[in-house]
């Protein structure tokens, strides 16, 4: 599944295909996807708009068009292909965007849990539904080791769940949470309300770091998880426990351990986490 790196790849590696750019033409394969509206007055709504940006709050795609803004969830194995002309339908492909200049922006997902939402402007984006209560990212002001503090005296939950939750960390998924509390050498089952405040400081930073690390190498590609365009990112070169059962620590040789919390598989060092 696509996490915050993944889908900053996306964005930027979309982003210089579309910006600028006017949708002519769209057609909705699957009408569920769209969350806000039938199909017929997505398709209507979207003609004639021009492309202005395409940003990123989290795991969401924010694209602001003149009259509206949609909002793109990629959810499981979503990506947005490119073709320079028009190409027929592809196998799980569900919804097309056509480009005044012959582009065709596609959104394939096999898994089909994609989901589009269109607002009209004039919006206020953090009161949109898909983006109300989300937590901070790292590079927000207000992130800081007294903001998770706050955010975790009251939670009794593993910090493994607490950290996959947005309200909190914005755009943590299963893959960089482990990283995290490997860096930060905090056990995925201690008790959110339990970790100080100075290893909470270390928690912060490791966030930080993880991810912007991740952001410039492209994200991570693993499994059947490739970005846009095909481009694979380089960060699984650089993961300590992720995926690695049974590989001998990078830090100390002990042989990473794999258990589940919550129903996610965590990998984890026992020697480097306690
Ligand atoms: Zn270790």
Same mark, same amino acid.
């Given at each position: 599944m696509p996490e915050l790196p993944e889908v900053e790849t996306v964005r930027r590696s979309l982003e210089p295909f579309i910006k600028g750019e006017t949708i002519s033409h769209v057609q909705v394969f699957l009408p569920r996807m769209i969350r806000t509206h039938d199909a017929e007055t997505f398709e209507r709504g979207l003609a004639q708009q021009t492309i202005r940006a395409l940003s990123r709050r989290g795991k969401h795609l924010i694209w602001d068009l003149d009259d509206w803004v949609m909002i793109s969830h990629l959810r499981m194995e979503g990506k947005f292909l490119i073709a320079e002309e028009n190409v027929p339908k592809m196998t799980h492909e569900h919804v097309r965007i056509q480009l005044t200049r012959g582009r065709h922006v596609i959104y394939h997902d096999v898994r089909t849990f994609g989901t589009f939402d269109l607002y009209q402007k004039p919006v206020t984006l953090k009161t949109l539904p898909p983006l109300k209560g989300l937590g901070l990212e790292p590079w927000d002001d207000g992130f800081s080791a007294a903001y998770l503090n706050a955010k975790m005296h009251a939670r009794q939950a593993p910090i493994k769940s607490v950290l996959l939750d947005q309200s909190i960390i914005l755009g943590l998924g299963n893959i960089y949470a482990d990283e995290v509390l490997f860096c930060a050498g905090i =056990?995925?089952?201690?008790?959110? =309300?339990?970790?100080s405040l100075k290893r909470l400081e270390r928690l912060a930073e490791c966030v930080k770091t993880i991810l912007t690390r991740a952001v410039e190498l492209g994200g991570t590609t693993i499994r059947t998880y490739e970005n846009t365009l095909g481009i694979d990112g380089l960060f699984q070169n650089e993961?300590?426990?992720?995926?690695?059962?049974?590989?001998?620590?990078?830090?100390?040789?002990t042989p990473i351990r794999r258990i589940k919390i919550g129903g996610r598989s965590t990998y984890y060092c026992k020697s480097c986490q306690h």
């Amino acid at each position: 599944m696509p996490e915050l790196p993944e889908v900053e790849t996306v964005r930027r590696s979309l982003e210089p295909f579309i910006k600028g750019e006017t949708i002519s033409h769209v057609q909705v394969f699957l009408p569920r996807m769209i969350r806000t509206h039938d199909a017929e007055t997505f398709e209507r709504g979207l003609a004639q708009q021009t492309i202005r940006a395409l940003s990123r709050r989290g795991k969401h795609l924010i694209w602001d068009l003149d009259d509206w803004v949609m909002i793109s969830h990629l959810r499981m194995e979503g990506k947005f292909l490119i073709a320079e002309e028009n190409v027929p339908k592809m196998t799980h492909e569900h919804v097309r965007i056509q480009l005044t200049r012959g582009r065709h922006v596609i959104y394939h997902d096999v898994r089909t849990f994609g989901t589009f939402d269109l607002y009209q402007k004039p919006v206020t984006l953090k009161t949109l539904p898909p983006l109300k209560g989300l937590g901070l990212e790292p590079w927000d002001d207000g992130f800081s080791a007294a903001y998770l503090n706050a955010k975790m005296h009251a939670r009794q939950a593993p910090i493994k769940s607490v950290l996959l939750d947005q309200s909190i960390i914005l755009g943590l998924g299963n893959i960089y949470a482990d990283e995290v509390l490997f860096c930060a050498g905090i =056990h995925p089952r201690t008790k959110a =309300h339990k970790i100080s405040l100075k290893r909470l400081e270390r928690l912060a930073e490791c966030v930080k770091t993880i991810l912007t690390r991740a952001v410039e190498l492209g994200g991570t590609t693993i499994r059947t998880y490739e970005n846009t365009l095909g481009i694979d990112g380089l960060f699984q070169n650089e993961l300590y426990v992720h995926t690695l059962e049974n590989e001998p620590c990078r830090i100390c040789q002990t042989p990473i351990r794999r258990i589940k919390i919550g129903g996610r598989s965590t990998y984890y060092c026992k020697s480097c986490q306690h």
